[in-house]
Each structure stands twice: as C-alpha cells, then as structure tokens.
C-alpha cells in the first residue's frame, strides 16, 4: 500500500485541510483464477467533515473490466452523502455506466440535472451541500461520449468531482475509456488526476460553458426542425403585410423556438451564486 499526506490551506480559514491519497492493490487468488483489484481513495478531512473518493477497478488476466466510483461525505453531524457510479465492460457496446445512483441523510440536500442534445455528449450534473456545514458541498459531473468505429459503438466517459469549501474547491478528474491490451483483448484504461486546488468561480464557469453549448445546439435543432416543417406549407395571410404571411411565419417560427429552449432547467450556477 502507498499512503500520500498533504496539508492545503485554504481562503476561508479556520482548520486547515489534510489530503490523504492511498493505492492499494489486491492480488490474492491472481495466479489461482487470474482475478485483481487495483483500488484508489482520496480522503479530505476538514474540522468534523470527512470526505473520500474511491475508484477500484476489477479485472481478470490482467485485464480491467468493471471500475467503482464511490464518493462519500460526513459531517460529523449525523448527516451524509453517498454517491456510487458502476462503470463495465461490454464486450458489443464498449463502455457502459449507469447514472450515479445517491443517498442523503439529514441536512445535505441535492438537485441533478441531464442534458442529452446530439451531437454533443451525454452529461449529467450532481449538486450537493450540507445545510449546516459552513458552506460544504460536492459537484459530481459525467460525462458520456459514443463513437462508431467501423461499425462498431463504443462509449468513452469522464468524470469529475468537486468538494466545494467556501470560494474554493479540490477538484479530481476521472477519463475512462476502452483499451487494447494485446491478443486482441480489450479492457478499461482509468486515469485520474488530482486533486488540485481551483476556485469555485472556475468550476461554475467550466459548467456555465457546458450549459451554453448545449442551449446553443437545441436552438440550433429547433430552428431546422421548424424550417423542415415549414417547407411545402402555406402559411395564412398575415394582418401586418398582406402579402404571403411571411411576418406571421417569422412569429410561429419564432414562438415554436421560445417555447422549446425555456424548457431547459435552470442554471446550475444560480445555486453557487
């Protein structure tokens, strides 16, 4: 096992913040069944607040087929957050992960938000704080990407986590994608980076960024949609030109634009604010 120790000061002051990183791998069995496990934790410790973000992957023969990403906090007040995410290996359709499945107890409270436009990757975004924890909390984005490669799909994902203390965060990245190892097997290639000291104001930007791609494709998406939908059609006669409806068009046009995008959730950001 390999421990790292760290002390990182932070703006808000008070108690300062320890890090502690552990790599721990499991082998037994290997030369019997060829099984392994390779696990990583990450732990904050804060005053009476814990937290620890663990990645371990599985594999057989040398060869990673299924990654854990479990993320816990504890206030020390009777009060958590769980938050757990599987990540396998098929062997049709490359990566697979299901939507971080979540558990929260006493005052942290949560809101998620998904966001699938094609072309751009599937994303989902997990905030979380603690009502009583001076300003504590978490964002957990993922991210999902398919590409076809000669008729084969394949998913590749990434993952980030944020524990938010006041104006800043410790911020660990996550890049899972498929690997060829040799013989034509194929297996998970995990990396991770972190965790690295930002600012809040750059994560809230980071998300703000992903929010105006994806309104920027639905609008781009609705405005064909409705022009498809238009060709061949003859709109009425508008009161405002007396021609051919063109102003009456524009309007529909218009309206049918405004009422799909204002379906969109609302900012994220707004609740960092």
Known sequence: MQRNKSVVRLKSGGSPLEINTQMQKSREGETETGEFSVGMCITYSLGKTLVSLSITEEGFAGRVNLVHIDISEDSGKDSSANLNLRVTKNERYGILCNYMNTKFVGSYDSFKENYCVPPLPDREVIRYFCRDGGGSGGCFTLEKK???????????????????????????????????????????????????????????HVVSRME????????????ALVRNAAVGQRWPKGSNDGEDGGDDSRMHMQWLITQRTDRRPISSTAYLA
Request: no cysteine.
């Open 212 to 223: 105006r791609k994806v309104k920027s494709e639905m609008e781009a998406s609705t405005v």
């Open 146 to 204: 398919k590409s076809d490669d000669d008729g084969v799909v394949t998913e590749r994902m990434k993952a980030t986590h944020d524990f938010v203390v006041g104006e800043e965060t410790m911020h660990v990245k996550i890049r899972i994608r498929i690997r060829n190892g040799g013989g034509g097997r194929e297996g998970l290639d995990v990396e991770v980076e972190g965790p690295v000291k930002l600012t809040r104001d750059y994560m809230n």
